[in-house]
Structures are given as structure tokens and as C-alpha cells.
T-cell receptor
Framework: AQSVTQPDIHITVSEGASLELRCNYS??????LFWYVQSPGQGLQLLLK??????LVQGIKGFEAEFKRSQSSFNLRKPSVHWSDAAEYFC?????????????FGTGTRLQVTL | EAQVTQNPRYLITVTGKKLTVTCSQN?????MSWYRQDPGLGLRQIYY???????DKGDVPEGYKVSRKEKRNFPLILESPSPNQTSLYFC??????????????FGQGTRLTVV
């Protein structure tokens, strides 16, 4: 069964500092990987996704993530955090085409940004 | 505009009173699903549907029903709501599986409180 682990429940960073949110997945084949962001009171917005190809993917709002197969990781990074980045971030793994196409989410990491 | 629309956004109800949360998408997606979001647990899948008249249980289906009579609509039914179903609910849809982008699009969420 597929699973996602986000080991950090809550992270606080200063505005302008760099950010890395950790995500480890468990899946038997090549996964589809996603990062979503949820601002307070809002739905989920896709930040970026990895299906194949270049293991470093760029997303919206200046975020990037790197797929490392050997470490089963898909960590999210941003060089300089803005106060508006304060939100909850979810990593998700999806089954590839031809299967049940289920998305499995991690438990989320809440990001607080101090000024 | 491509979107997934849920109604209502907020709902307070009493134990045992049947309710339906509607979900509609305008992207002609085959795959639709319902998730519930609870603090510390992330998003968990309740039910999903691969196409019209094809539905199946997700990870936490107890106490819920769904139907898929039309491609665009996927209502979530709580026949006899209980307080442990107080949660934030999200509907999502995805394009066809075979060889296509499998990004999921989410509705804005429905916050349900059962008293």
C-alpha cells in the first residue's frame, strides 16, 4: 500500500530565510508525487508535481522540489520565504496510469513565518 | 473556468438528520473522489468513482454513501450523521488515467459540524 510521511508537524521560519519541508513516500513502483498548499480557510492548491523526467521540478510561488528515488523523498524547498507562505503543506503520492489512481496524502506540515 | 464546486461551504446539523453535500465539476473528468480532513490526520479518502455508475470505498467509508449518475456530479450522502463525522470535506476530480496528466483538482471544501 502506498503511504506518505511528513515528519514535521509544525515549522517556524523567519521571513527571508530558506525553507525545506520533508516528504518521504512508500510505493512499489514509480510514483506520481505532488505538493499542495492550503491557506487558512481555503481549499487545496497544487504547488508542483512530478511524473517523470527531470528530478528537480519547479512550481508556483517560487517553490521547487527534488525527487530522490534512492531516499524515497520528495522534499519541498524555497530559497526565501515570504510571510504570505504561512499555510499548511501536504505531500501526496498517486498511483500511475492503469491503476486505481488514488491520491494518498501525508498528515501535513504547518508553516509559520515570523517577521 | 475549470473548477470543482461544492455546496454548501458550511453546514451545522444535528445527529441523525440526513444530509447531502453536492460536488460538481465542469472538466469532463472521469475520476472523482471525496476526502475528509482532520487535524493531525491529513486528508483521507472516503469514496471514489472511476466513471458513471462506478464507485468504490476509500480508506474511511463507514457512515457515508455516494452516487454517480452523471459524469459531472458526485454527491456525498450522510444517512445518519454522527458527531465523529464533524470534519472538513473535499471533493476532487482527475482526468482519465491512461497516459494523461493525473493532477487532481479540489473543491473549496465543506466544513460540517454535527451536534
Amino acid at each position: 500500500a502506498q503511504s506518505v510521511t511528513q515528519p514535521d508537524i509544525h515549522i517556524t521560519v523567519s521571513e527571508g530565510a530558506s525553507l525545506e519541508l520533508r516528504c518521504n513516500y512508500s510505493y512499489g513502483a514509480t510514483p506520481y508525487l505532488f505538493w499542495y498548499v492550503q491557506s487558512p480557510g481555503q481549499g487545496l492548491q497544487l504547488l508542483l508535481k512530478y511524473f517523470s523526467g527531470d528530478t528537480l521540478v519547479q512550481g508556483i510561488k517560487g517553490f521547487e522540489a527534488e525527487f530522490k528515488r534512492s531516499q524515497s523523498s520528495f522534499n519541498l524547498r524555497k530559497p526565501s520565504v515570504h510571510w504570505s507562505d504561512a499555510a499548511e503543506y501536504f505531500c501526496a503520492v498517486g498511483a500511475p496510469a492503469g491503476t486505481a489512481s488514488k491520491l494518498t496524502f501525508g498528515t501535513g506540515t504547518r508553516l509559520q513565518v515570523t517577521l | 473556468e475549470a473548477q470543482v464546486t461544492q455546496n454548501p461551504r458550511y453546514l451545522i446539523t444535528v445527529t441523525g438528520k440526513k444530509l447531502t453535500v453536492t460536488c460538481s465539476q465542469n472538466m469532463n473528468h472521469e475520476y472523482m473522489s471525496w476526502y475528509r480532513q482532520d487535524p493531525g490526520l491529513g486528508l483521507r479518502q472516503i469514496y471514489y468513482s472511476m466513471n458513471v455508475e462506478v464507485t468504490d470505498k476509500g480508506d474511511v467509508p463507514e457512515g457515508y454513501k455516494v452516487s454517480r449518475k452523471e459524469k459531472r456530479n458526485f454527491p456525498l450522502i450522510l444517512e445518519s450523521p454522527s458527531p465523529n463525522q464533524t470534519s472538513l470535506y473535499f471533493c476532487a476530480s482527475r482526468p482519465p488515467r491512461q497516459g494523461m496528466n493525473t493532477e487532481a483538482f479540489f473543491g473549496q471544501g465543506t466544513r460540517l459540524t454535527v451536534v
